[in-house]
Protein backbone atom coordinates (compact mmCIF):
# COMPACT_ATOMS: atom_id res chain seq x y z
CA UNK A 1 0.00 0.00 0.00
CA UNK A 2 0.74 3.62 -0.75
CA UNK A 3 1.92 6.00 1.92
CA UNK A 4 2.59 10.09 1.88
CA UNK A 5 4.38 11.79 3.66
CA UNK A 6 4.36 15.51 4.74
CA UNK A 7 6.50 17.98 7.37
CA UNK A 8 6.17 21.13 8.41
CA UNK A 9 1.98 20.57 9.28
CA UNK A 10 1.62 24.75 9.96
CA UNK A 11 4.21 26.97 7.57
CA UNK A 12 3.07 30.70 8.55
CA UNK A 13 4.54 32.94 6.13
CA UNK A 14 4.19 36.97 4.88
CA UNK A 15 2.95 37.94 1.38
CA UNK A 16 5.33 37.64 -1.42
CA UNK A 17 7.16 34.86 0.29
CA UNK A 18 7.99 31.41 -1.56
CA UNK A 19 6.78 28.70 -0.70
CA UNK A 20 8.19 25.01 -0.61
CA UNK A 21 5.49 22.14 0.66
CA UNK A 22 7.48 18.83 0.75
CA UNK A 23 5.49 15.61 -0.23
CA UNK A 24 7.50 12.00 -0.45
CA UNK A 25 5.87 8.99 -0.97
CA UNK A 26 6.79 4.90 -0.62
CA UNK A 27 5.34 2.91 -3.34
CA UNK A 28 7.45 0.71 -5.57
CA UNK A 29 5.31 0.65 -8.67
CA UNK A 30 4.14 3.48 -11.25
CA UNK A 31 1.68 6.40 -9.34
CA UNK A 32 -0.08 9.00 -9.76
CA UNK A 33 0.88 11.83 -7.99
CA UNK A 34 -1.81 14.97 -6.50
CA UNK A 35 -1.68 18.21 -4.65
CA UNK A 36 -5.21 19.21 -3.55
CA UNK A 37 -6.01 22.48 -1.71
CA UNK A 38 -8.79 23.22 0.99
CA UNK A 39 -9.48 26.52 0.87
CA UNK A 40 -11.33 27.91 4.21
CA UNK A 41 -14.98 26.61 4.06
CA UNK A 42 -14.56 25.06 0.51
CA UNK A 43 -14.30 21.32 -0.82
CA UNK A 44 -11.28 20.12 -1.15
CA UNK A 45 -10.42 21.00 -5.09
CA UNK A 46 -7.02 20.24 -7.26
CA UNK A 47 -4.07 21.97 -7.69
CA UNK A 48 -2.20 20.19 -10.23
CA UNK A 49 -1.62 16.27 -10.67
CA UNK A 50 1.14 14.24 -12.51
CA UNK A 51 0.63 11.23 -14.51
CA UNK A 52 3.87 11.11 -17.26
CA UNK A 53 5.52 13.43 -19.04
CA UNK A 54 7.35 16.77 -18.01
CA UNK A 55 8.09 15.66 -14.40
CA UNK A 56 7.97 20.10 -13.83
CA UNK A 57 3.39 20.74 -13.69
CA UNK A 58 1.90 23.98 -13.67
CA UNK A 59 -1.06 24.18 -11.89
CA UNK A 60 -3.76 26.77 -11.13
CA UNK A 61 -3.20 29.64 -9.13
CA UNK A 62 0.63 29.95 -9.97
CA UNK A 63 1.49 26.52 -8.86
CA UNK A 64 3.73 24.43 -9.96
CA UNK A 65 5.13 20.62 -8.50
CA UNK A 66 8.31 18.51 -9.58
CA UNK A 67 8.12 14.61 -9.70
CA UNK A 68 11.63 13.37 -8.81
CA UNK A 69 11.10 9.79 -8.91
CA UNK A 70 14.85 9.06 -7.25
CA UNK A 71 13.63 10.55 -4.19
CA UNK A 72 10.00 9.52 -4.40
CA UNK A 73 9.30 12.99 -4.10
CA UNK A 74 6.29 15.44 -5.54
CA UNK A 75 7.13 18.69 -3.81
CA UNK A 76 4.69 21.80 -4.21
CA UNK A 77 6.20 25.13 -5.08
CA UNK A 78 4.85 28.83 -5.82
CA UNK A 79 7.49 31.68 -6.01
CA UNK A 80 5.28 34.20 -4.24
CA UNK A 81 2.57 33.57 -1.87
CA UNK A 82 -0.72 36.05 -1.44
CA UNK A 83 -3.09 36.17 1.29
CA UNK A 84 -5.66 34.29 -0.51
CA UNK A 85 -3.21 31.19 -0.88
CA UNK A 86 -3.96 30.90 3.19
CA UNK A 87 -5.24 26.83 2.95
CA UNK A 88 -4.27 23.20 3.77
CA UNK A 89 -2.38 21.56 0.92
CA UNK A 90 -2.85 17.91 1.27
CA UNK A 91 -0.50 15.58 -1.19
CA UNK A 92 -2.25 12.59 -2.35
CA UNK A 93 -0.86 9.42 -4.32
CA UNK A 94 -2.52 6.16 -6.08
CA UNK A 95 -1.39 3.87 -8.16
CA UNK A 96 -1.41 3.25 -11.79
CA UNK A 97 -4.65 1.81 -12.07
CA UNK A 98 -6.30 2.37 -8.92
CA UNK A 99 -8.06 4.88 -8.14
CA UNK A 100 -7.73 4.45 -4.63
CA UNK A 101 -5.81 7.49 -3.16
CA UNK A 102 -3.62 7.94 -0.09
CA UNK A 103 -3.05 11.01 1.50
CA UNK A 104 -0.46 12.94 3.71
CA UNK A 105 -1.32 14.58 6.73
CA UNK A 106 -1.16 17.85 4.80
CA UNK A 107 0.12 21.75 5.13
CA UNK A 108 -1.72 24.51 7.09
CA UNK A 109 -0.27 27.71 5.44
CA UNK A 110 -1.14 31.11 6.86
CA UNK A 111 0.06 33.92 4.74
CA UNK A 112 0.25 37.41 6.78
CA UNK A 113 -0.98 40.44 4.54
CA UNK B 1 -19.71 24.25 -12.69
CA UNK B 2 -20.89 20.78 -11.03
CA UNK B 3 -19.99 19.99 -7.34
CA UNK B 4 -20.67 17.07 -5.06
CA UNK B 5 -22.85 17.98 -2.39
CA UNK B 6 -23.52 15.70 0.49
CA UNK B 7 -26.35 15.86 3.36
CA UNK B 8 -26.20 16.38 6.18
CA UNK B 9 -23.25 18.73 6.90
CA UNK B 10 -23.31 17.61 10.89
CA UNK B 11 -24.55 14.34 12.44
CA UNK B 12 -24.94 13.94 15.43
CA UNK B 13 -26.28 10.38 16.32
CA UNK B 14 -25.84 8.20 19.80
CA UNK B 15 -23.13 5.30 20.09
CA UNK B 16 -25.45 1.88 18.45
CA UNK B 17 -27.28 3.89 16.38
CA UNK B 18 -27.59 3.92 12.15
CA UNK B 19 -26.46 6.29 10.33
CA UNK B 20 -26.57 7.34 6.87
CA UNK B 21 -24.94 9.39 5.02
CA UNK B 22 -25.98 11.23 1.55
CA UNK B 23 -24.15 12.11 -1.47
CA UNK B 24 -25.00 13.57 -4.69
CA UNK B 25 -21.86 13.24 -7.14
CA UNK B 26 -21.40 14.68 -10.27
CA UNK B 27 -24.05 13.69 -12.77
CA UNK B 28 -21.82 11.86 -15.15
CA UNK B 29 -19.13 10.66 -13.42
CA UNK B 30 -19.50 6.74 -12.91
CA UNK B 31 -16.97 6.10 -9.64
CA UNK B 32 -17.60 7.10 -6.78
CA UNK B 33 -15.82 7.36 -3.24
CA UNK B 34 -15.79 7.85 0.36
CA UNK B 35 -13.23 9.16 2.22
CA UNK B 36 -12.70 9.71 5.86
CA UNK B 37 -10.69 12.13 8.45
CA UNK B 38 -10.31 11.85 12.04
CA UNK B 39 -9.70 15.06 13.57
CA UNK B 40 -5.82 15.50 13.45
CA UNK B 41 -5.54 12.40 11.01
CA UNK B 42 -5.05 11.83 7.60
CA UNK B 43 -7.76 11.48 5.12
CA UNK B 44 -8.69 7.66 4.86
CA UNK B 45 -9.85 6.34 2.30
CA UNK B 46 -13.05 3.58 2.95
CA UNK B 47 -14.79 2.25 -0.74
CA UNK B 48 -15.10 2.69 -4.07
CA UNK B 49 -18.07 1.82 -6.33
CA UNK B 50 -18.40 1.29 -9.96
CA UNK B 51 -21.55 -0.09 -12.18
CA UNK B 52 -23.27 -0.69 -8.86
CA UNK B 53 -20.89 -2.61 -7.06
CA UNK B 54 -18.16 -1.98 -4.73
CA UNK B 55 -14.47 -2.57 -6.37
CA UNK B 56 -12.46 -1.60 -3.48
CA UNK B 57 -12.30 -1.23 0.21
CA UNK B 58 -9.71 -0.67 3.10
CA UNK B 59 -9.55 -2.74 5.85
CA UNK B 60 -11.67 0.42 8.17
CA UNK B 61 -14.84 -0.89 6.09
CA UNK B 62 -15.97 -3.73 7.62
CA UNK B 63 -19.27 -4.74 8.03
CA UNK B 64 -20.49 -2.16 10.27
CA UNK B 65 -20.09 -0.02 6.86
CA UNK B 66 -22.55 -0.34 3.32
CA UNK B 67 -22.79 1.72 0.40
CA UNK B 68 -25.44 1.93 -1.93
CA UNK B 69 -26.72 3.98 -5.22
CA UNK B 70 -29.91 3.79 -4.30
CA UNK B 71 -31.83 5.78 -7.44
CA UNK B 72 -29.45 6.80 -10.13
CA UNK B 73 -28.52 10.12 -8.45
CA UNK B 74 -27.93 9.66 -4.78
CA UNK B 75 -24.89 7.63 -3.33
CA UNK B 76 -25.07 6.81 0.35
CA UNK B 77 -22.57 5.61 3.76
CA UNK B 78 -24.90 3.71 5.96
CA UNK B 79 -23.02 2.89 9.31
CA UNK B 80 -24.73 0.30 10.99
CA UNK B 81 -24.28 0.74 14.45
CA UNK B 82 -21.96 3.65 15.05
CA UNK B 83 -19.00 3.86 17.65
CA UNK B 84 -17.35 6.64 19.20
CA UNK B 85 -14.33 5.92 16.82
CA UNK B 86 -16.64 6.58 13.95
CA UNK B 87 -17.05 10.22 14.80
CA UNK B 88 -14.85 12.04 11.54
CA UNK B 89 -15.56 14.40 8.46
CA UNK B 90 -16.72 11.83 6.07
CA UNK B 91 -16.06 12.94 2.24
CA UNK B 92 -17.90 11.80 -1.19
CA UNK B 93 -15.59 11.89 -4.22
CA UNK B 94 -16.53 11.34 -7.60
CA UNK B 95 -14.85 10.56 -10.95
CA UNK B 96 -15.78 10.80 -14.42
CA UNK B 97 -13.11 7.82 -15.82
CA UNK B 98 -10.82 5.95 -13.64
CA UNK B 99 -9.48 3.15 -15.28
CA UNK B 100 -6.05 4.61 -14.92
CA UNK B 101 -6.62 6.08 -11.77
CA UNK B 102 -4.99 9.48 -13.20
CA UNK B 103 -8.40 11.20 -13.08
CA UNK B 104 -8.98 14.08 -10.88
CA UNK B 105 -11.57 13.09 -7.92
CA UNK B 106 -14.28 15.88 -7.12
CA UNK B 107 -14.99 16.01 -3.16
CA UNK B 108 -18.03 17.55 -1.43
CA UNK B 109 -17.71 19.33 1.17
CA UNK B 110 -18.24 16.55 3.70
CA UNK B 111 -20.17 15.24 6.56
CA UNK B 112 -18.94 15.73 10.14
CA UNK B 113 -20.14 12.56 12.00
CA UNK B 114 -20.14 12.75 16.38
CA UNK B 115 -21.06 9.94 17.85
CA UNK B 116 -21.51 10.43 21.90
Known amino acids: AQSVSQHNHHVILSEAASLELGCNYS??????LFWYVQYPGQHLQLLLK??????LVKGIKGFEAEFIKSKFSFNLRKPSVQWSDTAEYLC???????????FGKGNQVVVIP | EPEVTQTPSHQVTQMGQEVILRCVPISNHLYFYWYRQILGQKVEFLVS????????KSEIFDDQFSVERPDGSNFTLKIRSTKLEDSAMYFC??????????????FGPGTRLTVT
Open chain 1, 92 to 102: AVNARGNNRLA
Open chain 2, 93 to 106: ASTGQGITGAYEQY
Open chain 1, 27 to 32: YGGTVN
Open chain 2, 49 to 56: FYNNEISE
Open chain 1, 50 to 55: YFSGDP
